[in-house]
């Protein structure tokens, strides 16, 4: 049916995508494994000649202490990933199921929630985390990533809840289950899915928060992963090596998680995350 | 009987409020708030160094109205928002396209050009910063190979070429992740109508034009609207590069926010600049809301 008069160009196009998105992490890469010399030097050696691990090396185990950022970063994901679906979860059930008064204004402001500019919000969570005494914590941190997560993982468990046959419950309600019987042992387990990609998307979205940490903690201990790294960038000069080789620890964890939930994630962002 | 049933309506009812309360006391208490605290701070001078806080109603507004930055900042959301855009929907279509054929190792292809979207966007930040690096960065170098150093520039520290140096980032993290959700829509749009297209002969831009173009409308329209709010409001791309500058020519009406509140501390002016922002976008939000909820409803 299908002519295959032009595979030569899908094969130029795919080409071209592909190099266009390869050449900055070819670029990172190559720059992470050259020793500090080869850096800057011309002509540009596009495949290091010496390759070196000491900007890895520099990275763990030096002076910076990264160990700490990671351990920082992991925390603050993890709890905000936590936090945000269990606060969401119930609200999210009760928005799929139940008959509420106001629902489709409350759907609506949740909608818009999401797009509200966080600039906005800068100010005035800043003069509360100050009087709840809670800058320079993770909980500034947490809290802030609330803005967001919230509405965000409200929306998507939602659609993942509408999606699930009503007579399961309905048997469940028959046997004389109270709701939250149903929620927790009849709906829940079959969520699976839907639980993973929210917490998924949550967890890139947390772990790659920059501003937040930029402009709530003022300890270098307590610094996330991204603060830490723009720590490399000097007044005059930038150690370009140890902030690519940076740059591979901090993408690493994410790229891992991407490809083993890739099918999760394809459909949430083909479908739910932005259709609803 | 009926006042049972009443009593028993009730109790369902607060019982119903229990349920989402964890999230309407968040959305009241994150967002609400701020929101309101923001539009009640900018009738304020409101230095976080100083003690007293006058009150002075719509002057903040007036100052920043006429202040010719005002302008400028405005330009440069305008110029970096569509510019980003635009140049995303066209990137993002083609590559849509492209994968909506079916060819060998597309699957690889595929994983690859969703790692854009999978990548921290601070890294993605500070890779193009490095790129952008005067003689030792690439795309310097790259000139240079193609005897193009004539073009040769301080990418982001010249004023006339940072805020579109600051935009190509952008671009690259965005039109991939568009491309999927196209390509999504694309697979929706009825096989009978290309049918019946190729039995009239139609081109292939015909083709792509008369059906699938009308086909994907619905989906091109929210996925824009939505990525027009986010690269208005992104100020992290900008703050990683430059800061604003050089001489206030990457600072776009976010960055003017973020600037004016935890650089100058002035909470009151910067809150002025956010309603501002919170204004522009409310146009946005309403016609998104309006069309998916439309969407929903139908």
């Given at each position: 049916?299908?002519?295959?008069?032009?595979?030569?160009?899908?094969?130029?196009?795919?080409?071209?995508?592909?190099?266009?998105?390869?050449?900055?992490?070819?670029?990172?890469?190559?720059?992470?494994?050259?020793?500090?010399?080869?850096?800057?030097?011309?002509?540009?050696?596009?495949?290091?000649?010496?390759?070196?691990?000491?900007?890895?090396?520099?990275?763990?185990?030096?002076?910076?202490?990264?160990?700490?950022?990671?351990?920082?970063?992991?925390?603050?994901?993890?709890?905000?990933?936590?936090?945000?679906?269990?606060?969401?979860?119930?609200?999210?059930?009760?928005?799929?199921?139940?008959?509420?008064?106001?629902?489709?204004?409350?759907?609506?402001?949740?909608?818009?929630?999401?797009?509200?500019?966080?600039?906005?919000?800068?100010?005035?969570?800043?003069?509360?985390?100050?009087?709840?005494?809670?800058?320079?914590?993770?909980?500034?941190?947490?809290?802030?990533?609330?803005?967001?997560?919230?509405?965000?993982?409200?929306?998507?468990?939602?659609?993942?809840?509408?999606?699930?046959?009503?007579?399961?419950?309905?048997?469940?309600?028959?046997?004389?289950?109270?709701?939250?019987?149903?929620?927790?042992?009849?709906?829940?387990?079959?969520?699976?899915?839907?639980?993973?990609?929210?917490?998924?998307?949550?967890?890139?979205?947390?772990?790659?928060?920059?501003?937040?940490?930029?402009?709530?903690?003022?300890?270098?201990?307590?610094?996330?992963?991204?603060?830490?790294?723009?720590?490399?960038?000097?007044?005059?000069?930038?150690?370009?090596?140890?902030?690519?080789?940076?740059?591979?620890?901090?993408?690493?964890?994410?790229?891992?998680?991407?490809?083993?939930?890739?099918?999760?994630?394809?459909?949430?962002?083909?479908?739910?995350?932005?259709?609803? | 009987?009926?006042?049972?049933?009443?009593?028993?309506?009730?109790?369902?009812?607060?019982?119903?409020?229990?349920?989402?309360?964890?999230?309407?006391?968040?959305?009241?208490?994150?967002?609400?708030?701020?929101?309101?605290?923001?539009?009640?701070?900018?009738?304020?001078?409101?230095?976080?160094?100083?003690?007293?806080?006058?009150?002075?109603?719509?002057?903040?507004?007036?100052?920043?109205?006429?202040?010719?930055?005002?302008?400028?900042?405005l330009y440069n959301s305008f110029v970096w928002t569509t510019g980003i855009i635009l140049i995303s929907l066209v990137f993002g279509l083609a590559m849509a396209l492209l994968l909506n054929e079916e060819f060998k190792g597309k699957t690889l292809v595929v994983i690859l050009l969703l790692l854009p979207w999978a990548t921290p966007r601070i890294v993605i930040a500070l890779a193009w910063k490095w790129?952008?690096?005067?003689?030792?960065?690439?795309?310097?170098?790259?000139?240079?190979?193609?005897?193009?150093?004539?073009?040769?520039?301080?990418?982001?520290?010249?004023?006339?070429?940072?805020?579109?140096?600051?935009?190509?980032?952008?671009?690259?993290?965005?039109?991939?992740?568009?491309?999927?959700?196209?390509?999504?829509?694309?697979?929706?749009?009825?096989?009978?109508?290309?049918?019946?297209?190729?039995?009239?002969?139609?081109?292939?831009?015909?083709?792509?034009?008369?059906?699938?173009?009308?086909?994907?409308?619905?989906?091109?329209?929210?996925?824009?609207?939505?990525?027009?709010?986010?690269?208005?409001?992104?100020?992290?791309?900008?703050?990683?590069?430059?800061?604003?500058?050089?001489?206030?020519?990457?600072?776009?009406?976010?960055?003017?926010?973020?600037?004016?509140?935890?650089?100058?501390?002035?909470?009151?002016?910067?809150?002025?600049?956010?309603?501002?922002?919170?204004?522009?976008?409310?146009?946005?939000?309403?016609?998104?809301?309006?069309?998916?909820?439309?969407?929903?409803?139908?």
């Amino acid at each position: 049916m299908k002519k295959p008069r032009n595979w030569i160009l899908i094969y130029v196009g795919a080409l071209f995508f592909i190099v266009l998105v390869l050449i900055p992490y070819f670029w990172v890469l190559s720059t992470s494994l050259k020793p500090h010399e080869d850096i800057f030097r011309l002509p540009i050696r596009w495949i290091p000649e010496r390759p070196v691990l000491t900007h890895y090396l520099n990275i763990l185990f030096g002076p910076e202490n990264f160990q700490q950022k990671f351990l920082n970063s992991l925390i603050v994901t993890f709890s905000t990933v936590m936090i945000a679906l269990v606060i969401s979860i119930t609200s999210a059930f009760a928005l799929a199921r139940f008959r509420i008064r106001g629902k489709f204004t409350i759907l609506k402001t949740i909608l818009v929630s999401q797009m509200i500019p966080t600039v906005v919000l800068f100010v005035p969570l800043y003069e509360v985390f100050a009087f709840l005494r809670i800058l320079d914590t993770y909980w500034a941190l947490i809290i802030g990533n609330m803005t967001f997560c919230i509405p965000f993982a409200v929306w998507l468990l939602r659609s993942f809840f509408l999606s699930i046959p009503k007579s399961i419950e309905d048997a469940g309600l028959v046997d004389g289950c109270s709701r939250m019987q149903v929620l927790l042992k009849i709906v829940l387990p079959i969520s699976g899915p839907g639980l993973v990609t929210t917490a998924a998307f949550i967890f890139i979205y947390s772990w790659q928060e920059y501003i937040l940490a930029l402009t709530y903690l003022n300890s270098a201990s307590k610094y996330t992963l991204p603060v830490a790294l723009t720590s490399f960038i000097g007044q005059y000069s930038t150690q370009w090596g140890s902030l690519m080789a940076a740059s591979v620890i901090v993408t690493i964890p994410i790229i891992i998680l991407f490809l083993l939930l890739k099918r999760f994630i394809v459909s949430g962002v083909m479908g739910g995350a932005i259709k609803g | 009987m009926n006042k049972l049933r009443c009593l028993y309506d009730i109790r369902k009812e607060i019982s119903n409020y229990l349920w989402i309360s964890p999230v309407l006391i968040s959305v009241l208490g994150l967002i609400a708030y701020p929101i309101f605290r923001s539009f009640q701070l900018s009738f304020y001078h409101w230095d976080l160094a100083d003690r007293i806080h006058p009150f002075i109603g719509f002057q903040g507004y007036l100052q920043v109205i006429i202040d010719p930055e005002f302008r400028e900042v405005l330009y440069n959301s305008f110029v970096w928002t569509t510019g980003i855009i635009l140049i995303s929907l066209v990137f993002g279509l083609a590559m849509a396209l492209l994968l909506n054929e079916e060819f060998k190792g597309k699957t690889l292809v595929v994983i690859l050009l969703l790692l854009p979207w999978a990548t921290p966007r601070i890294v993605i930040a500070l890779a193009w910063k490095w790129m952008y690096t005067s003689t030792f960065g690439m795309l310097d170098y790259l000139l240079q190979i193609f005897s193009l150093e004539s073009f040769r520039t301080l990418w982001l520290g010249d004023p006339n070429i940072a805020l579109y140096a600051t935009m190509a980032p952008m671009i690259w993290r965005d039109y991939t992740f568009e491309a999927f959700i196209y390509l999504a829509a694309m697979k929706g749009v009825p096989k009978e109508l290309y049918e019946a297209a190729e039995v009239d002969g139609a081109s292939p831009w015909r083709k792509f034009l008369h059906i699938t173009l009308p086909g994907i409308m619905p989906t091109l329209i929210v996925v824009n609207l939505l990525e027009t709010m986010w690269n208005f409001n992104d100020i992290q791309m900008i703050w990683i590069m430059t800061e604003g500058g050089p001489v206030n020519s990457t600072t776009t009406l976010p960055v003017k926010v973020y600037k004016v509140a935890f650089q100058y501390f002035l909470f009151g002016k910067a809150s002025v600049y956010a309603i501002f922002t919170f204004l522009f976008l409310i146009i946005f939000m309403i016609a998104y809301l309006k069309i998916t909820m439309k969407e929903r409803e139908g």
